[in-house]
């Protein structure tokens, strides 16, 4: 308590000689270390930036057709609605000796790199188990393998975050400082992993990866994945040494230090939830619905819209479509570079403009940008290539397509997640909660997208336009709800010195 001048002061407390010292005040995780923590989420979106730009095209290498590419990404959003509750239910009550996170976060790390290596050698173990010019065995190797990867970065992500979250406490000053760090790791193993994704050589630098039953694309493959291991080993051991768990004695010693709604990370809870949230709470999970409807058939098909439209390319050993995918993955990285950028402003953004208003610019920034590759798409495949192959102003175009859809991936990581978790934070439901009502209004619109992408392009000419053009529309109605029907908070006025 301050007392202003010339007041009297009030009376000290003196401890008797028998009067128990107070308590020292909670020490505070040093920044240094919950940097050291969040660095595995590098090694782990490193391998995500792979599986986003290489997956999908090498899938429709190994014969698996356009038509049911997407439906191998079905996993995602499944994965993402059961098995992230559950493992972090899990790691909640876990009473290790080691600690509640970190066994969750090795366990986790080992299994993606279990998962890398079936999809890096999946037509290796497919030749072995005698492939021939079909290669039967080998999808089902990748299929388990992308599966199993799937449910491992789910598995992992969860965990890593609650431990950050266990590190920083009630201070929530060091909790945003905490997610943005992450924040940043995610976007270098981003940033990194396009990187490794657009090298062409990978197979020149380890040549053991080429053999009868793996080519050059393959190879490469393998071969970045082979480095994502190594970079997955590296940054577990920096997060999981940082820091020493306090292990829990017992399962309640463990509920107790959750918020009290130790059942919230149930996924049965989340519905029973629906019930009561307003009709702003409902606003935004819709939009953010219609967003997410707008955003996966890019994640999808984006490297493949690239070789196969841009490029003209086949998936079936055709180097242009090689070339293609390699450009795309390039134009990942620009994305993932303005995405870094952006989330530096976006703070600031949104006090200044209001938090749904910015979401609804970047979807209507979407929108157009969704519209320029149909465009773009029209116009490559009226023009004739010659022996010069694809002019350059078309791939500086598709590249700048990528590039400005970072600034509304970075809106998408963001502002949906602070408008659900203030608004249902003020119903007392807790964050945990917040955080799987609103992975319900993601993961489904992914669901239908991975169902119906690929028998919608194929009733309409095998390519990727049709999922684009369902994409641009989607993200044009989001903006809508999100200017016009979402509430807008007054910008903050800065403050000023007293």
Request: net charge neutral; glycine share 10%.
């Amino acid at each position: 308590m301050v007392v202003p001048e010339g007041q009297p002061q009030p009376p000290r407390h003196r401890r008797t000689p028998t009067e128990p010292p107070p308590p020292p005040p909670p020490s505070r995780t040093p920044l240094r270390l919950l940097l050291r923590v969040a660095s595995v989420a590098c090694g782990i979106q490193f391998g995500w930036a792979l599986q986003l730009s290489l997956l999908t095209p090498y899938v429709q290498e190994l014969g698996i057709p356009h038509v049911w590419s997407s439906i191998i990404w079905l996993c995602g959003p499944l994965s993402g609605f059961f098995v992230q509750p559950l493992a972090g239910h899990m790691s909640d009550r876990s009473t290790s000796k080691y600690g509640r996170r970190r066994p969750f976060i090795v366990i986790g790390c080992a299994s993606i790199i279990i998962s890398v290596l079936l999809i890096g050698f999946a037509a290796d173990i497919g030749g072995f188990l005698g492939d021939g010019e079909k290669k039967t065995r080998a999808i089902v190797v990748f299929v388990i393998g992308f599966w199993f990867l799937d449910m491992a970065n789910n598995a992992t992500q969860g965990p890593c975050r609650a431990l950050l979250a266990d590190l920083t406490g009630n201070d929530h000053r060091r909790t945003r400082v905490a997610n943005a760090y992450y924040s940043l790791f995610m976007a270098v193993g981003n940033i990194l992993g396009y990187a490794t994704g657009a090298y062409s050589s990978w197979y020149k630098v380890l040549p053991f990866t080429l053999n009868t039953s793996c080519d050059i694309n393959c190879a490469n493959l393998k071969s970045a994945f082979l480095i994502d291991v190594i970079f997955i080993i590296f940054t577990t051991y920096i997060s999981v040494t940082a820091i020493h768990e306090q292990p829990m004695t017992s399962v309640h010693d463990a509920i107790n230090q959750e918020s009290s709604h130790p059942q919230e990370a149930f996924f049965w809870e989340m519905f029973g939830t629906f019930k009561y949230l307003p009709r702003p709470v409902w606003l935004i999970l819709f939009a953010t619905s219609l967003t997410w409807i707008g955003w996966f058939p890019f994640t999808l098909f984006d490297t493949d819209w690239m070789g196969r439209e841009i490029y003209g390319g086949d998936p079936n050993g055709d180097q242009k479509y090689s070339d293609g995918v390699r450009m795309g993955a390039f134009g990942l990285l620009l994305n993932s570079v303005i995405l870094g950028i952006t989330s530096l402003f976006m703070e600031n953004l949104c006090r200044r403009w209001g938090s749904g208003f910015i979401w609804g610019v970047s979807n209507f920034i979407m929108f157009i940008c969704f519209l320029a590759m149909l465009l773009l798409s029209f116009v490559a495949s009226n023009t004739d290539y010659g022996s010069d192959g694809v002019p350059n102003g078309i791939v500086i175009a598709a590249l700048v397509i990528f590039a400005i859809l970072g600034m509304p991936l970075a809106v998408t990581y963001s502002v949906p997640y602070a408008l659900v978790a203030s608004r249902i934070e003020s119903l007392g439901l807790g964050q945990g909660l917040s955080m799987g009502v609103l992975n319900v209004s993601i993961v489904l619109p992914q669901i239908v997208v991975s169902l119906g992408s690929g028998p919608w392009d194929e009733l309409f000419g095998s390519g990727n336009s049709p999922s684009f053009a369902i994409a641009a529309a989607a993200s044009f109605a989001s903006g809508l709800v999100t200017i016009l029907a979402i509430p807008r908070s007054r910008p903050e006025k800065p403050k000023t010195r007293q």
